[in-house]
Structure formats: C-alpha cells, structure tokens
C-alpha cells in the first residue's frame, strides 16, 4: 500500500503503524522527471508485496522540513528503514536498483524469521 505523507505527525504515525515492515520513504516532486518515470515501478513493489513493505510517499515541496530531516538534495531519493531505523538509501530512478533492495530487505526479514522458527522449534523439544 502506498500513502501520501501530509506532514510530520502523518509520518510518525505511519512508521509506527509499520511495525517491523519495510518501509521505503519516496522522497518526490510533482516536478521531476525520473520521479514519474519509476512511480509504477513502486506501485508495483506495493502491491506484490502488501504483506511486508510499507511505501510512504514524500512530495518534498509539500513536506520540506521531512525532506530536511532526511537530508534529501536529490528526487528520487528512497530511505529504506526496518523497525524506525534507516537501513539503506538510494538517490536517483533506477528501478533496477529499487527492486533489489526491496527484494534483499524482504528475504532478509524471511531468513531471520525463519531462524527465529527453528530456534524456537528447536528450544521446545
């Protein structure tokens, strides 16, 4: 699912409805090019995985302080971050790039939750 950041409380309350998701920050403006290029790409990632990664969309015009806060200089700029944390960030448009990150952050959580499991698994018997 994507949302569109309003301000800071709205982002505060995204993040912390994300829980231990992925969540990708779109850091964009109406304006650029490359911004609308890559923005089915990510509606993409979205909705095939709805399950784990959460996508917060930033328009940096209309949330300038945000974008500051995360010291964006360049649109697109993706902030990834796990459990309110920045993991990674990626400036530019390359949706190659943007699908292997979303991809290495997700089978990343899948092996330590399947550690997890057999950790637990092994504890009870």
């Known amino acids: 699912m994507i949302y569109n950041i309003q301000d800071k409380k709205d982002l505060e309350k995204?993040?912390?409805?994300?829980g231990g998701n992925l969540v990708v920050l779109d850091f964009y403006a109406t304006w650029c090019g490359p911004c609308k290029l890559i923005a089915p790409q990510l509606e993409e990632i979205s909705t095939s995985h709805s399950d784990v990664v959460v996508v917060l969309k930033i328009n940096?015009?209309?949330c300038e302080e945000i974008a500051m806060d995360y010291n964006v200089t360049s649109m697109p700029t993706f902030v990834f971050m796990k459990n309110r944390k920045i993991i990674d960030?990626?400036?530019g448009g390359n949706s190659e790039?943007?699908?292997?990150?979303v991809e290495k952050y997700i089978h990343h959580e899948n092996v330590n939750n399947a550690n997890?499991?057999?950790i637990d698994n092994?504890?009870?018997e």
């Open 14 to 18: 995204h993040l912390a409805n994300a």
């Open 60 to 62: 940096v015009d209309d």
């Open 89 to 91: 960030v990626i400036v």
């Open 97 to 101: 790039n943007l699908t292997k990150n």
């Open 116 to 118: 997890t499991q057999a």
């Open 122 to 124: 092994a504890d009870g």
